[in-house]
């Protein structure tokens, strides 16, 4: 009796081990990037990892794929599902275009941000579209010079303005540019350096996650440690950026305010 325990646990074991560990004839290949890349994969719930993603063994039948740009924690990710049918020792390669992930301000906020005569918000703005922006939007306010920014030639960027006031059309007294020239002096110091530091740590941010992203990419054909090291130490630093630059704003929108 006890020989019969021990042949039929022997036999559970080696077919859970068949299942868990299909043989190799019977597997598929899955590839998935997306534009951008450094996008959450899902397949059915287990997290696979980010865009890009090449060689992902996979056992013949259909999963369901998600992706999510930034993360699938992000409140206004962008995201796409799909099906995919996996067959045996074939290949599946899936591209997909998430579309324009921009952050876009200005000096001072409040400026209206039009694309093709549409208007897309007020800055500071964070726009996530589903569609490829390309060309060039208008920042624009009462009291200042319109200003025009390029997009479309790099994805997942933070796009700042400065807006120039335009020149009064009615001469000024002696006093009264003199104390205007005192209002924009070195009194508000404080004021062109947060936003300066706004929009300098801005790029900063979006540069060190470019990089982690490259570095990620990588990781994922070598497998090299270092790499993996190296991409958590960027995303670190562009962490770190992130937070200098919402506290310059803060700082920058209370000065303003205060005026």
């Known amino acids: ?121 007020i800055t500071p703005l964070f726009l996530a579209s589903p569609a490829q922006l390309r060309g060039e939007i208008v920042v624009q306010k009462d009291g200042f010079v319109p200003q025009r920014l390029a997009i479309g030639e790099n994805e997942n960027i933070t796009l700042a303005a400065r807006l120039q006031p335009q020149l009064a059309t009615t001469n000024l007294s002696a006093p009264e ?16 350096a947060s936003g300066s530091a706004m929009i300098v740590s801005g790029v900063v941010s979006a540069y060190l996650k470019d990089q982690a992203n490259r570095k990620f990419d990588q990781f994922l054909l070598t497998r090299d440690p270092a790499l993996l090291a190296s991409t958590r130490r960027l995303d670190r630093g562009a962490a770190a950026s992130l937070v200098v630059t919402q506290i310059s704003f803060a700082l920058l929108s209370y000065l303003l305010l205060s005026e």
């Open 1 to 121: 009796m006890k020989t019969l325990h021990l042949i039929l646990f022997a036999l559970t074991w080696l077919v859970a081990i068949g299942r868990a560990h299909p043989p190799a004839d019977s597997l598929g290949v899955l590839s998935v990037s997306s534009n951008p890349s450094g996008a959450d994969v899902y397949l059915d719930s287990l997290y696979v990892g980010k865009t890009p993603i090449r060689g992902y063994a996979l056992p013949e039948g259909s999963y369901r794929l998600k992706i999510y740009y930034p993360s699938v924690f992000a409140w206004d990710a962008l995201s796409r599902e799909d099906t995919v049918s996996i067959s045996s020792q074939g290949r599946s390669e899936k591209v997909y275009q998430l579309g324009t992930v921009l952050r876009i301000q200005s000096v001072p906020d409040g400026g209206s941000v039009l694309y093709r005569g549409n208007e897309l918000g």
């Open 177 to 192: 540019v003199l104390a205007e020239s005192r209002m924009v002096g070195p009194s508000h110091w404080l004021t062109y």
